[in-house]
């Protein structure tokens, strides 16, 4: 959040209670966005939905169709405030503060644009996730030629190392063919420091 240019105003962890959830979420409504991580799926301990639709909160999607990420939550609360339901697994909360919560921050601020992107040369084929898009992580260099993308290993959602060294999302639509090695393709740039170099 601090990198995306927010002022984080408080951070809690909360057990898998009702009541423990309502308590959190409702103070973390004072806020101009409200980012909560876990919680908002089906399981017996999901406790964030139901108490956003009890603290007023109007649902505007919920599940997109994203490898990782699908159980995403947004919705406006009553006073204004933003509301991202994150997924509880490390790499899916990491990938969708990134591509739905920063923008929103930027925007906040007056960005021109949410996000920083660049083209760069495909280094390896992309993996392809059937019936959604898949956001990949992937490592850049820059060459003579101009950036090179190579995907940061294993792609499930569950490993963590996917996020090492990674400085760029690359979008794989479900529809349509994966990337092969060699295709000049567009990436989501996750660092200021690369946005400046790409802008320079």
Known sequence: ALGAGAEVAGIETV??????????????????????????????HDHVKSTLEELGVERVFWRVALKPGKPTWFGV?????LVFGLPGNPVSAMVTFLLFVRPAIRSM???????????AILDD???KAPGRDHA????????DDGWHA????????????????????VIVPANG????????????????????????
């Open 15 to 44: 057990s898998d209670e009702p009541v423990a959830t309502r308590d959190a979420v409702d103070a973390a409504l004072d806020g101009d966005i409200a980012v909560i991580s876990g919680g908002v799926s089906v399981g017996d």
């Open 125 to 127: 084929d992309l993996p």
């Open 177 to 200: 063919d994966a990337p092969v090695a060699g295709s000049l393709i567009e990436v989501e740039l996750l660092h200021e420091k690369l946005w400046l170099i790409d802008a320079g």
């Open 136 to 143: 990949v992580r992937c490592s850049l260099g820059l060459r």
């Open 109 to 119: 601020l007056g960005a021109s644009d949410g996000v920083a992107r660049a083209s």
């Open 77 to 81: 609360a009553p006073g204004g405030t």
């Open 150 to 169: 190579r995907p940061t290993g294993n792609q499930d959602s569950h490993v963590l190392t996917s996020m090492l060294g990674a400085d760029a999302l």
